[in-house]
Nanobody
Framework: VQLQASGGGLMQAGGSLRLSCTASPAAFGIYTIAWFRQAPGKEREGVACFNCQDHSIYYADSVRGRFTVSGDNDKGTVYLQMNTLKPEDTAVYYC??????????????????????????WGHGTLVTVSS
């Protein structure tokens, strides 16, 4: 599975950006696609997952209510719509994939210190910078 993330950029606080993650080949029925982010000097944080282990969508507390993840099977793409951006959202954003059956429930996954290691495939990151 090859992943390509795009859509990052510079935005003022309160603005919106949409990130895209294109998977090749597309295998939404089998894989969980997750968004992670990593700010300078911080651990990689799980942001959201699409087709999580229980076939749901899940958001980290820090973005719930502001970010929305969605998928387009025909295009093999998962989107992360980011609204009401805050300076603390500044980070490099990555998309990652893992077979859904290999993952714990999303709540456990996102709390696990080994969350990033559970994903086998990673795209190159895309930088999101939010100015105050």
């Amino acid at each position: 599975v090859q992943l390509q993330a795009s859509g990052g950029g510079l935005m003022q606080a309160g603005g919106s950006l949409r990130l895209s993650c294109t998977a090749s080949p597309a295998a939404f029925g089998i894989y969980t696609i997750a968004w992670f982010r990593q700010a300078p000097g911080k651990e990689r944080e799980g942001v959201a997952c699409f087709n999580c282990q229980d076939h749901s969508i899940y958001y980290a507390d820090s973005v719930r209510g502001r970010f929305t993840v969605s998928g387009d099977n025909d295009k093999g793409t998962v989107y992360l719509q980011m609204n009401t951006l805050k300076p603390e959202d500044t980070a490099v954003y990555y998309c990652a994939a893992a077979e859904s059956r290999s993952l714990p429930t999303p709540r456990l996954l996102f709390k696990s210190p080994n969350r990033a290691r559970r994903f086998d495939y990673w795209g190159h990151g895309t930088l999101v910078t939010v100015s105050s």
